[in-house]
């Protein structure tokens, strides 16, 4: 009776299982599970995602190492040369001089090629006693002259030097202090000649390129220094010998017979602005204006020493 109780139990037991089973592979069905996950699309380069919780989403794989290289030695750039100059055919221009370079050299005594014609010029290096009658002669001749001037004249007569310019005239250098130049170095013309034209041109007028050795005192070497410095040296012809003054000897008609002995064409005059030192006399400038007529009368004319430059 027991057992037959107990043989009971189980098949019911084992209905219920199986009944419960069957519900449960028909709520599967119903809904449709996958048995499998649907395939991953892969990208070109790209690896699968593993199974593994902690692996995440699928990743890109590096780029594969570039291949060695090997080290090679590399050659240097060709030097630039540049061109070569194209040749023109043309000599070098020399640098431009002040006055005709068959000019230098010399210690001009005349014009060269002047004709019938005289140039007065006038030394100013004591004083300017001359000066105003000398300046009023020649305006009312109408007659243009070259003035050579020392710096220290010119820094004490700035007055004079205005007059000299505004009557027309020329400007020559005649040094700074007068020195006798064959003493002098190179160094010390240099400073001579560079000194008197800063102050001539201070004073207002141009002494370029004219210049003439104190006391006519001069060689070679001297000459070449003054050329080197772009100064033409201008002698004279005759010397009217005015500056010695009454007390030397000299009166102002034989200053006109000395000048009118040694009349020549291109004939370079030299009279002095200031006074003797010893009487006071004025003699180149109490003689100019019968000098001037005298010249005339003879034939000749008038030029200054810029006919030198052509």
């Known amino acids: 009776m027991i057992a037959g109780g107990r ?16 519900a449960g592979v028909a709520l599967l069905l119903l809904r449709g599970l996958p048995t499998a996950s649907p395939p991953v699309p892969r990208a070109s380069g790209s690896v699968p995602a593993t199974a593994s919780a902690s692996a995440g989403p699928p990743t890109t794989s590096p780029a594969p190492a570039p291949a060695p290289v090997t080290s090679q030695p590399v050659p ?24 005709p370079v068959a000019l230098a050299g010399r210690d001009l005594e005349a014009i060269p090629g002047a004709g019938a014609a005289v140039a007065l010029t006038f030394d100013a290096g004591a004083n300017a006693a001359g000066l105003p009658s000398i300046l009023q002669s020649l305006a009312a001749a109408g007659v ?59 004073a207002g ?35 009217s010998l005015g500056w010695k003054g009454t007390s030397g000897g000299v009166t102002a008609q034989l200053v006109v017979t000395r000048v009118l002995a040694g009349l020549r064409p ?23 204006p019968r000098l001037i007529s005298r010249i005339r009368q003879a034939g000749y004319g008038f030029t200054t020493l810029d006919a030198l430059l052509g």
């Not at 002259?145 to 004490?156: E, K, Q, R």
Request: avoid cysteine.
């Open 7 to 22: 043989r009971r139990l189980m098949v019911i037991a084992a209905v219920t299982a199986l009944g419960l089973l069957a």
């Open 76 to 99: 240097a750039p060709p030097p630039v040369i540049p061109p070569a100059p194209v040749p023109t055919g043309a000599a070098p221009v020399p640098p431009a001089v002040p006055f």
């Open 144 to 202: 243009r002259a070259t003035f050579f001037l020392t710096g220290s004249w010119a820094a004490a007569n700035p007055g004079g030097v205005a007059a000299i310019v505004a009557g027309g005239h020329r400007v020559g250098n005649h040094s700074m202090t007068h020195p006798a130049f064959t003493g002098l170095s190179d160094a010390g013309i240099a400073d001579q000649i560079k000194s008197a034209e800063r102050a001539i041109r201070a």
């Open 205 to 239: 007028a141009d002494p370029r390129p004219f210049f003439r050795f104190p006391f006519g005192d001069r060689d070679a070497r001297t000459i070449a220094a003054v050329n080197n410095l772009g100064y033409l040296p201008v002698r004279w012809s005759v010397d």
């Open 266 to 288: 291109g004939e370079i005059v030299l009279m002095h602005v200031g006074s003797n030192p010893d009487d006071r006399t004025t003699l180149d400038a109490d003689a100019l």
